[in-house]
């Protein structure tokens, strides 16, 4: 894998102040859709805690089910890549985007989609936010990220949700137990709401996890992007979520003291944090503009 460069990231507190602020600068005509692209074993019901917070603050959400993850009209669709990538591009075709700038959330295994996305049709997107999110080199693959990560701190675990897995009888596909779910997952979650999400945790085909971005620096690479990062986060660890910073310098961060799916335990804080975090790079864009 690519080595990485000094100065990954750039924190969003430090260059922005407290970050607290929580409307849009609308007014200035910065983009206000988020097309919400979740994990694997999810549907777009793993965004639902958040929406209310972001239509508060202005933005127009868009939550959707990425095709085979059980959810949704492509339920049983074929799970892949490229599948996913069509179905983000449909969405950004129907009506209510065609034509519009959106900012892309992928979280956890949705940021390869994102970057994916981003690669195939960067002129729609104004920015990337990867939510505890795979933020990946090109053709690189998370289990690179954990072996290098292992490698360095052998004493560490690196397992994740994977003890947690039931396999199908070809080990074509997987589903989190729930107890897996509780202790990796939502840990911190209020124990009702976490029972909930864990209980729609569905089937996960494995070629639509085992993936591997691939991207170029004159259309994904070009675009801004800020990295969320979950400093309690048991699924991707803190060391994994910086070693991929690390891999693809540039990202503007945000920390979060929390575990995997801080749209769920933390929903308030996050609209909060993303919103100033992206207040400051459309202004950033703004001015560059202005300046050329």
């Not at 990425?66 to 959810?71: E, T, V």
């Not at 950004?92 to 970057?115: E, F, I, Q, Y």
């Amino acid at each position: 894998m690519v080595e990485p460069r000094a100065n990954a990231s750039v924190d969003a507190d430090a260059e922005a102040g407290a970050g607290t602020r929580t409307d849009i600068r609308a007014d200035a005509g910065f983009p206000r859709d988020l097309v919400l692209i979740h994990g694997a074993w999810q549907g777009a019901w793993a965004f639902d805690a958040w929406l209310p917070h972001l239509r508060a603050a202005g933005w127009r959400p868009h939550a959707l089910d990425l095709p085979g993850n059980g959810h949704g009209p492509d339920a049983a669709a074929p799970a892949s890549l490229d599948s996913y990538v069509a179905a983000v591009r449909r969405r950004l075709d129907a009506p209510d985007l065609a034509g519009r700038r959106v900012v892309l959330v992928g979280h956890s295994g949705g940021g390869l989609t994102a970057t994916q996305t981003a690669e195939a049709v960067p002129e729609r997107i104004a920015a990337l936010v990867y939510l505890a999110g795979m933020m990946l080199p090109s053709g690189g693959s998370f289990a690179d990220v954990v072996r290098d990560c292992a490698a360095a701190d052998p004493a560490r675990g690196y397992d994740g949700i994977a003890p947690w897995l039931d396999w199908n009888a070809d080990r074509s596909a997987s589903r989190v137990r729930t107890e897996g779910a509780l202790e990796i997952f939502l840990h911190d979650c209020d124990p009702a709401a976490a029972r909930a999400a864990a209980a729609k945790l569905g089937w996960q085909p494995e070629t639509g996890r085992a993936m591997r971005p691939r991207w170029t620096p004159e259309r994904h690479g070009r675009l801004p992007r800020i990295y969320v990062e979950c400093t309690a986060d048991r699924s991707l660890l803190l060391p994994t979520q910086r070693r991929m910073q690390a891999l693809v310098p540039g990202a503007l961060r945000i920390s979060l003291d929390c575990g995997h799916v801080p749209q769920l335990v933390r929903p308030a804080e996050l609209t909060a944090r993303l919103g100033a975090a992206l207040d400051q790079v459309f202004s950033s864009q703004t001015q560059l503009r202005e300046s050329a």
